[in-house]
């Protein structure tokens, strides 16, 4: 694996995160459906490993590579936090001028009538993957393997329960289990495409490191606010979802210690 390229490294990595989501939408294959409480807890996993890999994987080493670059104190964190403002504004944006559709609150950004309901679903679940694909890949391309294999693992056990989330959500809308499942897995490929960005524009331009860590950062930090959280304590399993997000978040950094 270390002869590979960090471009290459970024995008297996990021395949084999999103791959993770049509994983973890196979139960609707046969079935079976676990209670609103269990994905809502599964939810809160994910949402404590996209915390987690945010503070630990991103925005930490954004912080140590700016200190490499500027004397001046303020300098790395002044870097570090435009960036994640930033990135929390790109998502921002996203969602406001694309046309896209929630499970939970309905239709969103501009009208879109012409527009299929599956397409609607399909470019929201992109909005919120491509920043995930996009940390994995910044990942690979700051460190090489130790920098984005926690990254890599830990976006991809969140990604399980979010491809459920989004299979089940679509069996409910009356898609057959096949398409349901087929269009979950199929949302989780757009994080290759963000892997293969990621990796490319940190391998070519390293002053940009720190604003790119940061910046990917920023674009979890808003889906986990905007979309997960509001998403997990909507049907009053609140306590579930905060246990969930507990677990997500201590096991994402202990992978990031241990693997980085």
């Not at 994987?57 to 200190?67: F, H, N, R, V």
């Not at 990135?87 to 896209?100: R, S, T």
């Not at 289990?177 to 199929?186: D, E, P, S, T």
Request: aromatic content about 6%; glycine content about 14%; proline content about 5%.
């Amino acid at each position: 694996m270390d002869t590979l390229s960090p471009i290459m490294l970024g995008f297996l990595g990021s395949l084999a995160a999103g791959s993770m989501t049509a994983i973890g939408a196979i139960p609707v294959l046969f079935g079976r459906v676990p209670s609103r409480a269990t994905r809502d807890l599964s939810l809160g996993f994910a949402a404590g490993v996209m915390l987690a890999a945010s503070f630990f994987s991103l925005i930490i080493p954004a912080l140590d590579a700016a200190e490499l670059r500027y004397v001046n104190e303020a300098a790395p964190a002044a870097i570090v936090c435009i960036a994640i403002l930033l990135g929390m504004g790109a998502v921002a944006l996203m969602n406001e001028k694309l046309p896209h559709e929630h499970f939970s609150t309905g239709r969103e950004g501009p009208e879109a009538a012409s527009l299929r309901r599956v397409w609607l679903f399909i470019i929201a679940i992109t909005i919120h993957n491509f920043p995930e694909g996009l940390a994995v890949g910044v990942g690979f391309g700051a460190d090489g393997v130790s920098g984005g294999m926690p990254l890599a693992i830990g976006i991809g056990l969140q990604n399980a329960p979010e491809g459920l989330a989004v299979a089940v959500s679509l069996l409910g809308e009356g898609y057959s289990k096949v398409r349901a499942w087929g269009i979950a897995a199929l949302t989780g490929m757009v994080e290759p495409i963000g892997g293969l960005l990621g990796a490319g524009i940190i391998t070519i331009s390293e002053p940009l490191l720190p604003w790119g860590l940061a910046f990917a950062a920023g674009a979890m930090l808003y889906v986990i606010s905007h979309e997960i959280i509001p998403e997990t304590h909507r049907s009053g399993h609140q306590n579930k979802a905060t246990l969930g997000l507990a677990i997500g978040l201590v096991i994402m950094l202990f992978l990031d210690v241990w693997l980085g």
